[in-house]
């Protein structure tokens, strides 16, 4: 059972420790106020999907739900589902994969294959995602599109005894979804993570190769953000697209005090992509590395009340050389890039178990420009709300 418990990280959906079953579910509401458009629309110099997310106004909207379901058939072998709900969206597969564990001499082994989510560590893997902030952080909506889901298999390792080194994870995906394309090859990535006492450190990279990565011009501007690629290999109108390489990096650390009533951790994410830009209207090589950090400052004043700040920036950085670079660039909404800055405070209350209750103000701002935004938040988590044994 111990074993099976280490085999994954707080947060990380994970079979039952013995043979049975497992029901879950969680649910944000938001009730949100701002001076401007909120979430941002879109940022110059990022490109992701060109699709923007879902204005939350001033109404209480469903910001995120999902419904778990995990089986463990034997002590090796186990499936797990998750869907999810976004308001007004269509449900979406988060996760379905199979997994086989087992233990040698040199320690445990876990074998994954299928749909998940592509792990870089707690600190980046949960912001954003039913966490304490009703936001993803900025690097995580321009360098992934808030979250990277892949069809994939993944092998992980974690040593028998006690090391710096506590788990070493390595993945093939198929790298359809972005920031893959429709027409890419397959993805190697490379996880790392290490622990010194009450600090933990991750490292991850992926390398991906991306052909017909498409986005909507930027003058398009859809509403609802889409969970869907658009393939520049049926048409070329009103998208912009990308074929060459993207290189994904990220690095995090968290540190929790002895009576965990002060936690703070800081990760950096950033994209790399080299190749090749074009719509329509002509083509131009591109190169652009977009990349982000924030910081959680995390104090437990009570056993039922925490409050946490998060200050963050994104820096997008763009070149294009060619005939007609203008006109692409403005499609792409790749003029006038700037580095964005925001800074959120939350104060949350836990009301029982799986509710608790948040309230959290926060400023963005963009080479002048500022949005002020204030929301009231409640958070349902039941991870384990029916279960038995086979």
Same mark, same amino acid.
């Given at each position: 059972?111990?074993?099976?418990?280490?085999?994954?990280? %707080?947060?990380?959906?994970?079979?039952?420790?013995?043979?049975?079953?497992?029901?879950?579910?969680?649910?944000?509401?938001?009730?949100?106020? @701002?001076?401007?458009?909120?979430?941002?629309?879109?940022?110059?110099?990022?490109?992701?999907?060109?699709?923007? %997310? &879902?204005?939350?106004?001033?109404?209480?909207?469903?910001?995120?739900?999902?419904?778990?379901?995990?089986?463990?058939v034997n002590s090796r072998v186990?499936?797990?589902? @998750?869907?999810?709900?976004?308001?007004?969206?269509?449900?979406h597969v988060e996760t379905a994969?199979?997994?086989?564990?087992?233990?040698?001499?040199?320690?445990?082994?876990?074998?994954?294959?299928?749909? !998940?989510?592509?792990?870089?560590?707690?600190?980046?893997?949960?912001?954003?995602?039913?966490?304490?902030?009703?936001?993803?952080?900025?690097?995580?909506?321009?360098?992934?599109? #808030?979250?990277?889901? !892949?069809?994939?298999?993944?092998?992980?390792?974690?040593?028998?005894?006690?090391?710096?080194? +506590?788990?070493?994870?390595?993945?093939?995906?198929?790298?359809?979804?972005?920031?893959?394309?429709?027409?890419?090859?397959?993805?190697?990535?490379?996880?790392?993570?290490?622990?010194?006492?009450?600090?933990?450190?991750?490292?991850?990279?992926?390398?991906?190769?991306?052909?017909?990565?498409?986005?909507?011009?930027?003058?398009?501007?859809?509403?609802?953000?889409?969970?869907?690629?658009? !393939?520049?290999?049926?048409?070329?109108?009103?998208?912009?697209?990308?074929?060459? +390489?993207?290189?994904?990096?990220?690095?995090?650390?968290?540190?929790?005090?002895?009576?965990?009533?002060?936690?703070?951790?800081?990760?950096?994410?950033?994209?790399? #992509?080299?190749?090749?830009?074009?719509?329509?209207?002509?083509?131009?090589?591109?190169?652009?590395?977009?990349?982000?950090?924030?910081?959680?400052?995390?104090?437990?004043?009570?056993?039922?009340?925490?409050?946490?700040?998060?200050?963050?920036?994104?820096?997008?950085?763009?070149?294009?050389?060619?005939?007609?670079?203008?006109?692409?660039?403005?499609?792409?909404?790749?003029?006038?890039?700037?580095?964005?800055?925001?800074?959120?405070?939350?104060?949350?209350?836990?009301?029982?178990? &799986?509710?608790?209750?948040?309230?959290?103000?926060?400023?963005?701002?963009?080479?002048?420009?500022?949005?002020?935004?204030?929301?009231?938040?409640?958070?349902?988590?039941? %991870?384990?709300?029916?279960?038995?044994?086979?």
């Open positions: 059972m111990t074993g099976a418990a280490r085999a994954h990280e %707080p947060g990380e959906m994970q079979l039952p420790d013995m043979p049975g079953w497992r029901l879950g579910a969680a649910a944000a509401l938001v009730a949100n106020h @701002a001076d401007d458009t909120w979430p941002t629309p879109r940022w110059p110099g990022v490109m992701v999907l060109g699709r923007s %997310p &879902n204005a939350l106004g001033d109404s209480v909207r469903l910001e995120h739900a999902v419904l778990e379901a995990a089986a463990r186990g499936a797990m589902v @998750a869907i999810g709900f976004h308001d007004r969206e269509a449900a994969r199979l997994e086989s564990d087992w233990s040698t001499a040199s320690g445990r082994w876990i074998l994954g294959a299928g749909r !998940d989510t592509v792990r870089m560590g707690t600190t980046i893997d949960r912001a954003g995602h039913l966490d304490r902030f009703n936001q993803a952080p900025l690097a995580k909506r321009a360098v992934l599109n #808030d979250l990277w889901t !892949d069809d994939g298999l993944t092998l992980a390792w974690q040593p028998a005894d006690e090391t710096w080194l +506590q788990r070493v994870e390595a993945g093939v995906w198929r790298g359809r979804a972005f920031p893959g394309g429709p027409g890419g090859s397959a993805v190697p990535t490379m996880h790392l993570q290490a622990g010194w006492g009450h600090v933990t450190a991750h490292a991850f990279v992926g390398h991906l190769r991306p052909q017909g990565r498409g986005a909507a011009v930027a003058s398009i501007g859809a509403a609802g953000h889409s969970h869907a690629v658009p !393939d520049c290999r049926l048409s070329l109108k009103q998208v912009v697209c990308f074929d060459g +390489q993207s290189d994904v990096a990220s690095a995090s650390l968290q540190w929790a005090s002895d009576d965990e009533r002060w936690t703070l951790s800081a990760a950096a994410l950033g994209r790399q #992509d080299r190749g090749t830009l074009y719509s329509s209207s002509g083509d131009a090589a591109y190169r652009a590395n977009i990349s982000g950090v924030w910081a959680d400052v995390v104090w437990r004043a009570t056993p039922d009340w925490t409050l946490a700040l998060r200050p963050e920036r994104l820096t997008p950085k763009v070149t294009l050389n060619g005939v007609g670079t203008a006109l692409l660039a403005r499609e792409g909404g790749l003029l006038d890039a700037a580095p964005v800055t925001r800074i959120t405070l939350a104060l949350s209350h836990t009301l029982r178990a &799986n509710l608790s209750l948040s309230l959290e103000a926060g400023q963005e701002r963009q080479a002048g420009s500022r949005v002020n935004q204030a929301s009231l938040r409640l958070v349902w988590q039941a %991870p384990e709300m029916l279960n038995g044994r086979w």
